[in-house]
């Protein structure tokens, strides 16, 4: 099972950036799927989850902002990223297990990650 996220890149406060996630392997038995963010020198953070019946949690930096979701056809994860902040740049990583972990940082599946960088 693996998780290829792309779609990071370098812009300014305010900004829009969508990243998606693929998913490949055996994707029915690990459902949950969530998006984490870690700046450099700080703990990796839940930012969003979405469950099997597409209920959304978001964390409190980026509710109202930000937008997960799923297309199963595809297996793939997006996450829409709106009026970005500076204190939005992180390295952007998606998970997946077959365990709902919520915003903790204990799936089992992770992906390389996606580096954003906002500059104000």
């Known amino acids: 099972f693996h998780l290829v996220e792309s779609g990071g890149g370098s812009l300014q406060a305010g900004g829009s950036l969508g990243l998606p996630c693929a998913a490949s392997?055996?994707?029915?038995?690990?459902?949950?799927m969530a998006w984490f963010a870690q700046a450099t020198g700080k703990k990796r953070e839940g930012v969003a989850i979405i469950d099997t019946d597409g209920s959304t949690t978001y964390g409190n930096a980026v509710k109202g902002r930000f937008t997960i979701s799923k297309d199963n056809a595809q297996n793939t994860l997006y996450l829409q990223m709106n009026s970005l902040k500076p204190e939005d740049t992180a390295m952007y990583y998606c998970a997946a297990d077959r365990v709902q972990w919520l915003l903790l940082p204990e799936y089992k599946y992770w992906g390389q990650g996606t580096q954003v960088t906002v500059s104000s």
């Open positions: 392997g055996d994707t029915c038995r690990n459902p949950y």
